[in-house]
């Protein structure tokens, strides 16, 4: 978990997201540093537009409201089901 907060700092700090910068920010919070979690974790950043990805995970899942005709359950139960894999796919992404 220390990767993913070092990560998220270091966005914020608009520095870049390498095994270096990682390793003093995972150091310096006291935490013994692994190079292949690092190596992992920067390979997975690599290419991705944080900032969306965290509009995204931070964004409400809206529910459609029932039909006139009163939807059946099964279909929001579904729908349900679809936005928290989504959800649990975006949190997968940071740890």
Known sequence: MEYVYGAMLL???KQPITEEHL?????????????GTAKAL????HGV???????????????A???AHGAPAKKKE???E??????A???????
């Open 11 to 13: 966005h914020s700090a």
């Open 23 to 35: 390793k003093k920010v995972v150091e310096a919070s006291g935490a013994k540093f692994e190079v």
């Open 42 to 45: 920067v390979a997975s950043l």
């Open 49 to 63: 537009d944080i900032e969306k990805a965290i509009s995204e995970a931070a964004m409400p899942v809206a529910v």
């Open 65 to 67: 409201a029932p039909a």
């Open 78 to 80: 579904e729908k349900k």
């Open 82 to 87: 679809e936005d928290t894999a989504v959800a």
């Open 89 to 95: 796919g975006l949190g997968a992404l940071f740890g």
